[in-house]
T-cell receptor, first 110, second 115 residues
Framework: EDQVTQSPEALRLQEGESSSLNCSYT??????LFWYRQDPGKGPEFLFT???AGEEKEKERLKATLTKKESFLHITAPKPEDSATYLC???????????FGTGTRLKVLA | SAVISQKPSRDICQRGTSLTIQCQVD?????MFWYRQQPGQSLTLIAT?????????ESGFVIDKFPISRPNLTFSTLTVSNMSPEDSSIYLC????????????FGPGTRLTVL
């Protein structure tokens, strides 16, 4: 069964305290892995797409990496405005279907 | 990315009634999708809205409960029929293949509460 698991469920960081969020997946075939940010009361905002193991993408304080079994979202020197829920989704090969993880709720304290 | 809007943004409905949610995109798109996000849970795909043909539903979702229309390449509707409190959720539309990639872009969502 295709499955996506994110950890931790929740994370509290002090401003400037770097950390990583994990997304592990089991799918019959991976077409792509996607990271989104979701603020309360809003729709998910696209961050990154990763297609192959070893690929990395960066945007400001965020860097996403991909291996054959998992992806990491590294947050360097986070700020309070980085507080949000971060969602990971995988696209099953041969389909347009996304399978989402349950997300990591990040809180960055000033 | 495209600008995606949804109407209504939120609603409170009585049990047994139906609500139609609209999704409008500011450019033509090939793929449109409808998701449900129940309280404290992640997104679950309801169906793919196909232009000019019937929607493709995921396991656990049926057309009688969630009829979908896709009259053109910029607009889709999702109806939640004969609602019960268990239908209380956020409903999101997304669009894909804007830039030739498989990335989906999401609308702001419709927060539905059923009493």
């Amino acid at each position: 069964e295709d499955q996506v698991t994110q950890s931790p469920e929740a994370l509290r960081l002090q401003e400037g305290e770097s950390s990583s969020l994990n997304c592990s997946y089991t799918v019959s075939g991976l077409r792509g892995l996607f990271w989104y940010r979701q603020d309360p009361g809003k729709g998910p905002e696209f961050l990154f797409t990763l297609y192959s193991a070893g690929e990395e993408k960066e945007k400001e304080r965020l860097k996403a990496t991909l291996t054959k079994k998992e992806s990491f979202l590294h947050i360097t020197a986070p700020k309070p405005e980085d507080s949000a829920t971060y969602l990971c989704a995988v696209q099953v090969a041969g389909t347009y279907k996304y399978i989402f993880g349950t997300g990591t709720r990040l809180k960055v304290l000033a | 990315s495209a600008v995606i809007s949804q109407k209504p943004s939120r609603d409170i409905c009585q049990r047994g009634t139906s609500l139609t949610i609209q999704c409008q995109v500011d450019s033509q798109v090939t793929m449109m999708f409808w998701y449900r996000q129940q309280p404290g849970q992640s997104l679950t795909l309801i169906a793919t809205a196909n232009q000019g043909s019937e929607a493709t539903y995921e396991s656990g979702f049926v057309i009688d409960k969630f009829p979908i229309s896709r009259p053109n390449l910029t607009f889709s509707t999702l109806t939640v029929s004969n609602m019960s409190p268990e239908d209380s959720s956020i409903y999101l539309c997304s669009v894909g293949t804007l830039d030739g990639s498989d990335t989906q872009y999401f609308g702001p969502g419709t927060r539905l509460t059923v009493l």
